[in-house]
């Protein structure tokens, strides 16, 4: 909706919207039957001396859910019986150092780093 028109029809409108107001009707879903944002209808109220009332105006809107992937249970029971054979399996790392690795650290940290 081009926003003239918005404006428009919100300045038309004043008498339902400062009642809607009035009623306890949160600022964002007023501003949501216009096609405006709850700014622009909190904008417009005080423009008419309407004192804005704490939390009738929400600002920020609440944090999104983060995206959890569904997984059927038989993936989840496979999931579970992989972590247990490896749990089994790898009890330790044992690292073995040879000569050649040995030679081959050395002559890394040796060389100066390109930046």
Known sequence: MNKNIAGAKIKSDKDIIIAMY??????SVI???YNVKA???CMHLKK????????????????QIKYKMKVSPE??????????????KI?????????????????????PIIG
């Open 31 to 33: 501003a949501d039957e």
């Open 75 to 88: 993936l989840l029971a496979q999931r579970k019986i992989n972590s247990q054979v490896n749990d089994k």
């Open 39 to 41: 700014s622009t209808m």
């Open 48 to 63: 008419w001396g309407i004192k804005l009332k704490k939390g009738v105006y929400n600002r920020h809107t609440p944090q």
């Open 91 to 111: 009890k330790y790392i044992k690292f073995v150092n040879t000569t050649k690795d040995q030679r081959l650290i050395d002559s890394i940290i040796q060389h």
């Open 22 to 27: 009035n009623e306890n009707i949160l600022v």
